[in-house]
């Protein structure tokens, strides 16, 4: 029988309203070898599994290592609700109860009583209707951790990081700078080699104009900004490509040159993700002092309470955090590993 204990991994259930309840009740009734400790509510999860015609068991976390679960069940941090959930209406009175169950797993990682934290959707609206400043699971993270940090999301073929996030188009470009970007161009470099084992990472790196401003005629930004960075991180032993258009980074025949992108905008590059792999993409925060991984999608008012909402993206969290978990660990060396570099396809190297 194997002894060794089986990771933590904080389960956050994110919007009471939402599905994120349903996704939990879902993911506990999977084999996965983790121990998946749900942070929310008893009763918010009881009722989910009644909704869900599940049978769930709800055990009381108590820190203990785990060496095996079975599956249906759940260890649990309660935090409870100000006022019972309605499926599909998000009540700010709950946000304090959200915000909660994020800070339980963000400091729980950060003292080592959790191995790493999986997030289900949250509704931002909801947070700020209750006038609390908040602008999402990541800002809400790197705050906490008092961390710089990149959002990247990954699927089991590609991995995307993002030099801006929620901005509006026309605030990308001054948003860039020499110094932003190359704080990000370094976040996104260590974070490879020291969560994806990629001892010499290779990053493409998008323009921000049309054909990367065509030599100045689309735009100055990659004449100013970004071929100034690639030149001085190029320096330093980064393997950097680009800047390329985004039109043609994404073809087949591109993809074996690089480990990561690195887009320059939300729209630029996840589109091309998400629709290739949208169930089998993960929001994964890079530069937290702990591993955070998440759904790619929202909270789907529309599906909440009907018991169908679809929980792939939530597992395929899972399973890349306790894939960053073992490498980081260095549990599972693989041994195609040569000179430092795997050789090894994306699509088996992080599924």
């Known amino acids: 029988m194997n002894q060794t204990p089986l990771p933590r991994l904080a389960v956050t259930a994110g919007e009471p309203a939402g599905i994120g309840p349903e996704l939990l009740i879902r993911l506990a009734a999977t084999p996965l070898a983790a121990s998946l400790i749900a942070i929310t509510d008893r009763g918010l999860l009881e009722r989910a599994a009644s909704r869900c015609g599940a049978v769930i068991e709800l055990i ?33 009175r709950n946000a304090r109860h959200v915000l909660a169950t994020l800070t339980e797993a963000a400091d729980g990682c950060m003292t080592g009583q959790y191995d790493a934290v999986v997030t289900a959707p949250l509704q931002k609206s909801s947070i700020n209707d209750a006038g609390i400043r908040f602008s999402g699971h990541t800002e809400f993270f790197a705050e906490r951790a008092q961390a710089d940090v990149v959002m990247m999301l990954a699927s089991p073929e590609l991995r995307v990081a993002l030099a801006t996030t929620h901005l509006p188009l026309a605030a990308v470009s001054a948003a860039i700078t020499h110094a932003s970007l190359t704080r990000t161009l370094r976040i996104v470099h260590a974070e490879l080699r020291s969560k994806f084992g990629i001892a010499e990472p290779r990053i493409a790196v998008l323009g921000i104009n049309p054909h990367a401003g065509e030599g100045g005629h689309l735009g100055r930004e990659e004449i100013d900004t970004v071929i100034p960075v690639l030149e001085a991180l190029r320096k330093d032993g980064m393997q950097l490509l680009g800047p390329l258009p985004a039109d043609t980074a994404f073809v087949p025949a591109q993809r074996p040159h690089y480990d990561a992108v690195l887009a320059m905008y939300h729209d630029q590059a996840l589109p091309v993700l998400k629709s290739e792999a949208f169930d089998r993409t993960v929001n994964i925060t890079l530069g937290l002092p702990f591993i955070r991984t998440s759904v790619d999608h929202g909270t789907a008012l529309d599906l909440a309470g009907t018991g169908r909402a ?3 993206s939530l597992i395929a969290a899972v399973m890349m955090a306790i894939d960053l978990i073992a490498r980081s660990a260095s549990l599972s060396p693989s041994p195609s590993l040569e000179d430092g570099r795997d050789e090894r396809p994306i699509s088996r190297e992080i599924s």
């Open 310 to 312: 679809d929980p792939a």
């Open 60 to 92: 009381d976390d108590d820190g203990s290592p785990q060496t095996q679960r079975r599956p249906g069940t759940l260890l649990l941090r309660h935090v409870p609700l100000a006022f019972d959930e309605i499926p599909g209406q998000p009540d700010p």
